[in-house]
Nanobody, 122 residues
Framework: QVQLVESGGGLVQAGGSLRLSCAAS????????MGWFRQAPGKEREFVAA????????SYADSVKGRFTASRDNAKNTVYLQMNSLKPEDTAVYYCAAGWHLSSNRYYYDYWGQGTQVTVSS
């Protein structure tokens, strides 16, 4: 069992930056793949980024490549999503998730946080 708690969301102007954090707890929290997903009102939950347990491999959605960076500190059991050059279309609730495969498919993730709101104003 893995418990996840996101933080760091907020309101930012277009072009600004935010860093989301996801604190993980549980016996296997440092050995799971961590993913970031987001869901805007009226839209499906979509993949944003993922990072392997070691942090050696990452994957990004095309829409955020070059702007977002996923990282993790296993000593702190925390995963981060650094978001730069934010756009209004990045506005959504952002969720972190834990699973066993580096995948953009949300069904490969077994554990989810409660989400944190990111709002980008134009």
């Amino acid at each position: 069992q893995v418990q996840l708690v996101e933080s760091g969301g907020g309101l930012v102007q277009a072009g600004g930056s935010l860093r989301l954090s996801c604190a993980a707890s549980g016996r296997t929290s440092s050995s799971v793949v961590m993913g970031w997903f987001r869901q805007a009102p009226g839209k499906e939950r979509e993949f944003v980024a993922a990072i392997t347990a070691s942090g050696g491999m990452t994957s990004y959605a095309d829409s955020v490549k070059g702007r977002f960076t996923a990282s993790r500190d296993n000593a702190k059991n925390t995963v981060y999503l650094q978001m730069n050059s934010l756009k209004p279309e990045d506005t959504a609730v952002y969720y972190c998730a834990a699973g066993w495969h580096l995948s953009s498919n949300r069904y490969y993730y077994d554990y989810w946080g409660q989400g944190t709101q990111v709002t980008v104003s134009s």
